[in-house]
């Protein structure tokens, strides 16, 4: 299959489909091609750009102003133009994502758990957290108790602080005594993940690009709005599942688990199409100051490295 048909059935695929979310996709675009390049675009790129994927310009202004009014993204208005960006809140939540997107799944675990015990926050604190802890990929085992091996501290204390529960809640280390009990852990895993959902999820996108990536392979030269198509999409997808992901280490994984194998999906796909997707972004969308300015040079360490592949 060429390329430009094996993106026009990703298309034709994602606008099928009866949740297709405009929000969610202006998130990815957001994350992946302009937070990196200053954060803030003028809303007329923005239609043109989500144009390409069947989305219709009511429906990017009426996601537009719902996030914003989530407190997603903050306008400023220049003239009669309007430019989006990232607020302070989007901007920390889509750093704390980019570090699980584009970064290698966990390979090495010392056999270490954290516990927190929520029960010393009120009811509406307690059920906030936990709600902040579950995308930070904790697991609930009890009531108010949570477990995750080894997650990043400094976004579970930030957590907790933002909840009023520095002086409330507990919080515990724990280590697993032995290998011999590694059965008993998958079965705890299994139990408080819902890991068979999220496993389905990276099989179901493997389906979906290998025959893309197969294209790319064989495609003499590529379209920067074809990279850009792809780009966006592949990133779409696997963010959608990975930020359900709770990145456990493999000791915790069903045997034939296909997280690693979707990563690298994803990742050999970026590497192809991330320079010629970027030309579509310097072609085409705008800022208040005229183009887009250069990725910030931390763009260049997602996925191991881009710097040494771009042409």
């Known amino acids: ?10 298309i034709e695929e994602f606008n099928a489909r009866p949740t297709r979310r405009a929000s969610s996709l202006i998130m990815t675009v957001f994350g992946d091609s302009f937070a990196p390049r200053g954060g803030s675009v003028w809303l007329g ?35 009669r133009r309007s430019y989006y960006g990232l607020t302070v809140d989007g901007a920390l939540r889509f750093h704390q994502a980019t570090q699980r997107i584009y970064g290698e799944p966990r390979q090495r675990w010392r056999g270490e758990w954290c516990i927190v015990l929520l029960a010393g926050l009120a009811p509406a604190a307690r059920d906030a957290l936990r709600k902040d802890m579950i995308w930070l990929g904790f697991g609930s085992i009890g009531a108010g108790l949570m477990v995750h ?16 529960g520095t002086e409330a809640v507990v919080v515990l280390g724990a280590k697993s005594g032995s290998v011999r009990h590694d059965h008993m852990l998958r ?27 197969a294209a790319l392979r064989r495609a003499h030269r590529l379209e920067p709005l074809e990279a850009f198509l792809v780009r966006s999409l592949a990133i779409q997808e696997y963010r959608r599942i990975l930020l359900r992901d709770p990145q456990l280490p493999p000791p915790l994984l069903p ?46 360490d997602r996925f191991g490295g881009l710097r040494r592949n771009k042409s």
Not at 1 to 10: D, E, N, S, V, Y
Not at 58 to 71: A, E, I, P
Not at 257 to 282: F, I, P, S, T
């Open 1 to 10: 299959m060429p390329i430009h048909q094996a993106t026009r059935k990703l």
């Open 45 to 79: 790129s923005l239609i043109r750009a989500l144009g390409e994927f069947g989305i219709s310009e009511r429906l990017v202004r009426t996601s537009v102003f719902r996030l914003s009014r989530d407190g997603w993204l903050e306008s400023q208005s220049v003239g």
């Open 149 to 164: 091996p080894e997650p990043d501290r400094a976004e579970l204390d930030d957590a907790i602080a933002r909840h009023g």
């Open 187 to 213: 079965g705890l895993a299994a139990k408080s993940w819902n890991l068979a959902d999220i496993d389905a999820r990276y099989a179901a996108f493997i389906a979906r690009f290998r025959p893309v990536c």
């Open 255 to 300: 045997a034939d688990w296909h997280g690693l194998a979707a990563y690298r999906l994803c990742r050999e796909l970026y590497l192809v199409v991330y320079a010629d997707a970027d030309r579509y972004l310097d072609q085409h969308i705008e800022t208040a100051a005229g183009p887009l300015p250069s990725p910030a040079r931390e763009f260049y």
